[in-house]
């Protein structure tokens, strides 16, 4: 298969540092690109509402770069390489049938360890019917070795489908005998559920977990999560620039995750060692993010916040907190730590 050399060559790394592998998988359009988006902190990566994502999308981490550089492959060959990557590029080369792999490496702030590189991985939705190539692709990276952790999302809007129980079956068989590997699954899109209808947070998670276990995962990790709400926090934060659409979800959000029933940590399933240590990492990255941001409030940003109408970025990281996003890099963090 030709897509297969260049990944797997890509994930054995070199002697010099260990890498820590995170493959995001998922049906398409259940927010694998977002999610990663939100941890960059911008939109790298092409995010489309239909299917986009073509090949693997390799993030790897590198705090001491201020821009992300990209390289192209072609069956384990580099074939373009640029050294401040933009969002276009990234979109030309998904689109580009000359490449199978894409590499991108930069800073990831909340993705913080000390002695593995952590590589993200953004896979192809398998479930395309026009191209059976994201399928075999996706095969082929679940029977690498070298995984870490496997991030399932489940989109809350397409619960269930036969699509997605292929993939948790396939999934399940992976892990059957593999200690190696972590899984963490993510509840997406929960900014979409109405929760003033009576469209209860809490009765959905219970009904994921029930459909989790029927596919053989009794004891899930499972984070609740707004992708998207947590991008747009992030982009905000960094003075990114939002496109009208986004500014009326902002808007939305910023409302909506005001509110504590929004809080989607309370709703997460964490085994204990995980919940206690995430929890601690949170509220320390609260109390840094707010003691710097304090600072720079003082004059550019209140200024920045002024002209968006938004009291100010205390404000917006107390939402940015809300939709889930502290505790799945906390998760990472941690297990990169159990792993150390
Ligand atoms: N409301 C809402 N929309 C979301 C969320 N996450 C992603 N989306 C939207 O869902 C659509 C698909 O998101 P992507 O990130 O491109 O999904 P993907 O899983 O990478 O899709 P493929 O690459 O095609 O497999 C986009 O329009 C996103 O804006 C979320 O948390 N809430
Ligand atoms: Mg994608």
Redesign the pocket.
């Known amino acids: 298969m030709e897509n297969s050399s260049t990944i797997r060559s890509l994930l054995k790394g070199n002697d010099s540092q260990v890498n820590y592998n995170v493959l995001?998988l998922?049906?398409?359009?259940?927010?694998?690109?977002?999610?990663?988006?939100s941890i960059i902190g911008k939109d790298l990566?092409?995010?489309?509402?239909?299917?986009?994502?073509?090949k693997f999308i390799r993030i790897t981490e590198d705090n001491e770069i201020e821009k992300f550089e990209g390289y192209a492959y072609y069956n384990g060959k580099s074939i373009f390489e640029d050294n401040e990557i933009k969002p276009d590029k990234v979109k030309e080369w998904n689109e580009d049938k000359s490449i199978d792999t894409i590499h991108l490496k930069g800073p990831l702030p909340f993705i913080k360890n000390s002695f593995s590189r952590v590589n993200l991985i953004?896979?192809?939705?398998?479930n395309?019917s026009r191209d059976r190539l994201?399928m075999e692709r996706v095969d082929d990276i679940l029977s690498l070795s070298n995984l870490n952790l496997i991030i399932y999302?489940i989109?809350v809007?397409q619960l269930a489908t036969s699509d997605d129980r292929e993939l948790l079956d396939k999934l399940n068989n992976k892990l059957k005998g593999n200690k190696k590997t972590d899984v963490l699954f993510v509840l997406?899109?929960?900014?979409?559920l109405d929760i003033e209808t009576g469209e209860d947070i809490k009765d959905i998670v219970l009904k994921v977990k029930k459909y989790l276990a029927e596919s053989g995962f009794e004891e899930p990790n499972l984070i609740v999560?707004?992708?998207?709400?947590?991008?747009l926090f992030r982009k905000v934060l960094n003075d990114e620039s939002l496109s009208s659409k986004e500014n009326i979800?902002y808007r939305f959000f910023y409302d909506i995750f005001s509110d504590q029933r929004y809080n989607l940590n309370k709703f997460s399933i964490l085994n204990n060692l995980f919940d206690k240590k995430i929890r601690e990492e949170a509220q320390n990255k609260k109390l840094k993010v707010g003691f710097l941001f304090n600072l720079f409030n003082s004059f550019l940003s209140s200024l920045v916040a002024k002209i968006r109408g938004e009291k100010n970025r205390k404000e917006i990281i107390f939402r940015l907190e809300n939709?889930g996003i502290f505790q799945l890099e906390g998760f990472i963090n941690q297990s990169i730590k159990l792993k150390e």
């Open positions: 995001v998922a049906t398409m359009s259940s927010g694998k690109s977002t999610l990663i988006n990566l092409p995010s489309e509402n239909r299917a986009c994502t073509s953004d896979s192809p939705g398998p395309n994201h999302i989109d809007s997406n899109k929960t900014d979409k999560l707004s992708a998207y709400a947590a991008n979800d939709t």
